[in-house]
């Protein structure tokens, strides 16, 4: 994936994500009243979050075009993990509604990928009303398994052990 393929894969994911802080931040009003720590660790887990998945963008793509992709996936992971283990340990050492903010900022964007590529497909498209679950057997997958079957059967068969492996 290019440069370019890549900016238009994540652009949605992080506009859904902002989308979701902005949200969050409006119902913490109603639920917990104004509280700015609360929201500058909505800022900073959300901001992180992004940071985090265009770090997981570039390392596995740079996984996928070198000899040494399991190394640097390994190496990818675990500075994120730092990175997460990193910002959460200081927003919690601003105070516990920071670190609530934080963590529910972690979890922006995935809802916002859940949404994307989840829910909103699923809700815009017709395709599902004419599905049945009888055509599911049809598709090719379906073919190759059972002849798969049937060659044990054959060979049983030509062996004469059928009788036995009942």
């Not at 994911?13 to 639920?31: D, H, N, P």
Request: hydrophobic fraction near 45%.
């Amino acid at each position: 994936m290019d440069n370019l393929e890549l900016k238009a894969f994540m652009a949605p994911i992080f506009k859904y994500g902002i989308a979701t802080a902005c949200l969050m931040a409006a119902a913490s009003m109603l639920v917990i009243g104004w509280d700015p720590f609360f929201v500058y660790g909505l800022t900073l887990g959300t901001s992180v979050s992004i940071v985090n998945h265009i770090l997981l963008a570039y390392t596995a793509n740079f996984c996928l075009s070198s000899k040494r992709g399991p190394i640097f996936s390994i190496i990818g992971y675990m500075m994120r993990l730092i990175i997460y283990g990193f910002v959460f340990y200081t927003s919690y050492k601003s105070g516990i509604t920071s670190a609530m903010g934080t963590l529910l900022g972690f979890v922006t964007l995935k809802i916002a990928i859940y949404y994307y590529y989840g829910f909103k497909p699923g809700f815009a498209s017709k395709k599902y009303d004419k599905a049945k679950l009888n055509d599911l057997d049809q598709d090719e997958w379906a073919k190759t398994k059972e002849s798969k079957n049937n060659r044990g059967s054959k060979i049983c068969t030509q062996l004469n052990i059928w009788d036995r492996v009942k």
